[in-house]
């Protein structure tokens, strides 16, 4: 799943619709820190203890594939 490796904000960009996701995940606060975006989908699933691959699912979800 390319999704797990994508920068946080690459895939924001990409889909902003996926905002919402990491929102619902980690709270709305996690953008507030300054290297979370910078991160991968994976690292930031490991620091918060998320599954990478069903957050994968669920924005793959959102997005719509």
Do not use: H, W
């Not at 902003?16 to 980690?26: G, N």
């Not at 699933?45 to 669920?58: I, K, N, R, T, V």
């Amino acid at each position: 799943n390319r999704i797990r490796g994508t920068k946080v904000r690459t895939l924001i960009e990409k889909y902003p619709q996926v905002r919402s996701i990491f929102e619902k995940a980690f709270g709305a606060v996690c953008f507030s820190y300054p290297r979370f975006e910078k991160e991968e989908v994976n690292a930031v699933c490991s620091l918060y203890g998320a599954s990478p691959d069903e957050f994968a699912m669920e924005c793959l979800k959102v997005i719509g594939k």
